[in-house]
């Protein structure tokens, strides 16, 4: 069975950072099994931080604009060839991590057969591997504008600011619906010392459910391309017991 796992957040939280630490921490726990990243994040960043400039994506295909790497093999049903084009897009990382790239999304109201297809064909692609951690735009709301499937948890990255909280609070409220009953709460990240207690203060104010909180890792701005960071990673690793992930 896929687990599925969730961040969302504003853009510049550390949303990406936290998904990769997710991957090398699924990549340390379990080194035998597929991992997905599935980036819905219109900025790209994801990929960006690889080193790849990914413009083969899920909308391309919706759009009829994806340029294939192959010839389009002949007597297809629709529903095989939206399938088809998707393996198509995959991006290998290494040999169990792959990523793909959704950008724009049909509206959820869109009756056209094509909706349809792609939901279906994106559900099919996600169950073929063991993990998949989606890079959300936002909240909830526009991944499953794509695929409505059930997601194991949702982390809500946070800053330790006033703004950030008010922001992770409506988030919640409009990713509650779509988490279909399951783990849905806040990481705090870049967190020091000073702001403890402001921190504290949000909490209350907010009524936020707290699942971890990161410190501040200054090397992340002197070396901000990969996105990677041994903090963040052995942060979550910290307070993973509490996720509901396999333990």
């Not at 960006?48 to 192959?70: A, C, V």
């Not at 701005?221 to 690793?237: R, Y």
């Amino acid at each position: 069975m896929t687990v599925k796992l969730a961040i969302t957040g504003k853009g510049g939280s550390g949303k990406t950072t936290i998904v990769k630490a997710f991957m090398h921490i699924f990549e340390q726990m379990y080194p035998e099994k597929s991992i997905l990243l599935f980036d819905n994040d219109l900025t790209s960043e994801l990929a960006h931080s690889f080193g790849l400039d990914i413009r083969n994506t899920i909308y391309g295909i919706r759009s009829g604009k994806h340029e294939y790497k192959t010839g389009i093999p002949e007597d297809m049903s629709k529903q095989e060839f939206i399938e088809w084009a998707m393996e198509d897009i995959i991006v290998s990382i290494n040999d169990n991590v792959d990523i793909i790239e959704s950008w724009f999304v049909g509206s959820k109201d869109c009756r056209c057969p094509i909706t349809k297809l792609i939901n279906d064909a994106v559900d099919k692609l996600i169950n073929r591997y063991d993990f998949v951690i989606f890079d959300c735009e936002f909240d909830l709301k526009y991944l499953n504008q794509l695929v409505d499937i059930d997601i194991d948890s949702t982390i809500i990255v946070a800053n330790p600011t006033e703004e950030s909280a008010h922001l992770a609070k409506r988030i919640k409220e409009f990713s509650s619906k779509h988490a279909a009953g399951n783990q849905l709460g806040v990481v705090v990240n870049k967190v020091d010392n000073s702001k403890m207690s402001m921190l504290s203060e949000l909490l209350r104010k907010y009524d936020l459910d707290i699942l971890g909180v990161i410190p501040y890792d200054e090397n992340l701005e002197k070396n901000p391309i990969t996105k990677e960071s041994k903090i963040v990673e052995d942060s979550i690793k910290s307070f993973y017991s509490r996720l509901n992930l396999p333990q």
